[in-house]
């Protein structure tokens, strides 16, 4: 049976890059890329997942290329995209996902880490961007799907620096677009926002709260992003896409009433980000915690038990054109009938 993103993208083989990729979401990415029959290069810090990543790939039906590469460094991810076109020849989608975090209030991260997250985060999107750019942009072809979150539009305590940098991505985002359209260039950007996702981060990342690190629920399996995302890549001209129903009502919240959203989340997203006991993780801002003396950590993190395996919302977002035609035909039918039954007056 075939799966859902090969139902949706079956179209000829591309050259795709995914940053991020040894674990979690970018991790189920490019495995979903390579379930459609791409050459997948896996770019991240860690050895260990990168190796794990590549074996899933190839298992999955892609062809892998590993390039070691910390997103934070200008010309490493240049020469990263350089290894790229001269193994396959050219890049014909590369999704940025790469990024650190901190679990902390505001006050307790130094500027040394507020700086690392924000090098990563948001100017690893920036190199990545412009790395791709340098090979597409000759070619007059190419998506660029820039890996956001609920957060790019609603920061919530505790994460100010990751919040800050999707929040960048965005703005960033939406002025390169608005470049390549008055440009008339066929080179697409596009963003797709996630929600909570079970991933292995919550284990990894620096956290100075009193529990252990976790998403807000509800929660999502990184399959489900890397579905948006594969989709995203094939139908680059849409400007975003929404991942989940509490992506969709986070961002209608924020929209209509931000002040009372400020205050609901200064109540509850404290306690909705921690879990009882300590956090066990070696933390991954400075060294990758997949590292030569570290260990894969695969996709998927420890919340399968509560983790949405699918989602409606994506269904509809990826399906909206699909979704549009079948409630049209639905009211022409129901026209049809009320003028036939007046007729029958």
């Known amino acids: 049976m075939a799966r859902p993103w090969e139902v949706t993208l ?5 050259t795709v890059v995914v940053t991020g990729a040894s674990g979690g979401v970018g991790r189920a990415t490019a495995v979903a890329f390579a379930a459609c029959g791409d050459r997948v290069a896996l770019l991240a810090r860690g050895r260990e997942g990168l190796a794990a990543a590549a074996d899933e790939v190839q298992r999955a039906g892609g062809e892998a290329l590993v390039v070691g590469v910390d997103m934070a460094d200008a010309k490493a991810v240049d020469d990263a995209a350089q290894r790229v076109v001269d193994a396959f020849g050219r890049i014909d989608v590369w999704v940025n996902n790469a990024f650190a975090g901190i679990y902390a209030p505001f006050t307790e991260i130094t500027p040394d880490e507020f700086r690392r997250v924000t090098e990563v985060t948001y100017l690893g999107y920036v190199f990545g961007t412009r790395a791709a750019l340098r090979h597409m942009l000759p070619r007059d072809r190419g998506t660029i799907v820039q890996v956001g ?26 002025s390169l677009r608005c470049e390549l359209l008055s440009a008339g260039s066929r080179v697409r950007t596009t963003m797709v926002q996630l929600p909570a996702v079970n991933t292995p981060q919550f284990d990894w990342v620096l956290n100075r709260l009193p529990g252990r ?104 977002s990826r399906n909206r054109g699909r979704m549009g035609r079948a409630l049209t035909i639905g009211a022409g039918v129901l026209a049809v009938r009320q003028l036939t039954r007046l007729a029958r007056r």
């Open 10 to 14: 079956p179209g000829r083989r591309r």
């Open 213 to 316: 690190a976790r998403p807000v629920a509800p929660v999502y399996q990184p399959e489900v992003a890397a579905r948006a995302i594969v989709h995203a890549a094939g139908h680059g001209r849409r400007r975003e896409y929404w991942v989940g129903g509490s992506t969709a009502a986070t961002l209608i919240a924020n929209a209509v009433a931000p002040g009372f959203l400020d205050r609901y989340l200064a109540r509850t997203a404290f306690e909705a980000q921690q879990d009882e006991g300590e956090q066990t993780g070696p933390g991954n801002l400075w060294t990758p915690a997949d590292g030569p003396h570290g260990r894969d950590f695969g996709a998927h993190g420890r919340f399968d038990e509560e983790s949405h395996a699918g989602s409606s919302q994506e269904w509809v």
């Open 149 to 174: 979150s609920a957060l790019a539009y609603r920061g919530i305590p505790l994460q100010s620096a990751y919040c800050g940098a999707k929040h960048a991505i965005q703005g960033f985002n939406e």
